[in-house]
């Protein structure tokens, strides 16, 4: 369904993770886009929004990101309950959460409980202490994080050459965390951890994002939901009135690498379900 851009749709709630304020693969234009249509009662912030591991070895800062935080800032002005949770490349917000420090309708936490209108309770958190590498070989994740940054440049080069070949857009580092047998079995032993401490806490399901890949499924006798993010799909997750939680697919693959402002007459939002199999999946798999 095409989107309409002069009505706004309301969700009860929003998840939206790995958004990575602060570097150049940050697709903020396309999130403001989002944040423009789509109004909820509560904002979750499920990590890695501001990107502190980046910003600490060199500035980068343009206008869009500003206005990201700002229109963040409106919605929680004008009654949105915000709720940051805190991730591993904004872990300098994790020495505050102590403190209890709420501005206005914003408060940053570790974790959080999250209770659907239909009575589930769901367990909010980033997960990356739930992924081996980040937990105990920092230097590694720091040299991992090196190395995904360097693929989202050969991705652009890429993406910028289809495009003049009348080709689709194609994700260089989703086709490696589908091929690469070692990628494969860490995203997979991440979701089980995280799904096992949420049957641990016996709770109804989990909310994450951590591993950038959108998706909602039936793990361990529980719900797992991941946001995806902001650098290679514009995903968000949204729950409606009555409880149900759907993935919110804002930009089609083939215009990820446009200014969201050129092209609203050909971008779709998708929404999928628990059942609905992931474009990026289907999009890897024919390239």
């Not at 959460?97 to 999250?114: D, F, K, S, T």
């Not at 994080?145 to 989703?174: H, K, P, Q």
């Not at 806490?201 to 909310?207: H, K, N, P």
Request: hydrophobic fraction near 40%.
């Amino acid at each position: 369904m095409a989107k309409d851009q002069t009505k706004t749709r309301r969700y009860r709630t929003l998840w939206i993770s790995d958004v990575h304020l602060g570097t150049s693969g940050c697709k903020a234009e396309h999130l403001i886009d989002f944040l423009q249509h789509n109004d909820c009662d509560t904002l979750y912030l499920v990590g890695d929004i501001i990107d502190g591991w980046k910003l600490k070895n060199g500035w980068f800062w343009p206008q869009e990101h500003t206005n990201v935080i700002r229109k963040i800032l409106t919605k929680a002005k004008r009654g949105t309950q915000v709720i940051y949770v805190t991730g591993n490349h904004d872990e300098f917000l994790r020495k505050f959460v102590e403190y209890r420090i709420e501005i206005g309708n914003i408060r940053v936490v570790n974790e959080a409980i999250h209770r659907t209108a239909d009575g589930r309770r769901l367990l909010v958190m980033h997960g990356d202490l739930f992924d081996v590498i980040t937990r105990y070989h920092r230097w590694l994740a720091l040299a991992g994080d090196f190395a995904y940054e360097a693929t989202m440049r050969a991705n652009e080069v890429i993406n910028r050459t289809r495009a003049l070949l009348g080709m689709r857009y194609w994700s260089l580092s989703a086709f490696a965390k589908k091929s690469v047998k070692n990628a494969v079995a860490i995203i997979s032993e991440y979701e089980d951890s995280v799904a096992r401490e949420c049957k641990r806490r016996e709770l109804d399901g989990v909310v994450c994002g951590h591993i950038h890949h959108a998706e909602i499924r039936q793990l361990h006798d529980v719900t797992y939901h991941n946001c995806g993010d902001w650098v290679e799909s514009c995903t968000a997750l949204g729950e409606t009135p009555d409880g149900r939680i759907e993935v919110i697919r804002w930009v089609e693959l083939d215009h990820l690498n446009q200014r969201a402002n050129v092209t609203p007459l050909r971008r779709r939002r998708k929404t999928a379900s628990a059942e609905t199999e992931s474009v990026a999946e289907a999009d890897v798999a024919s390239a």
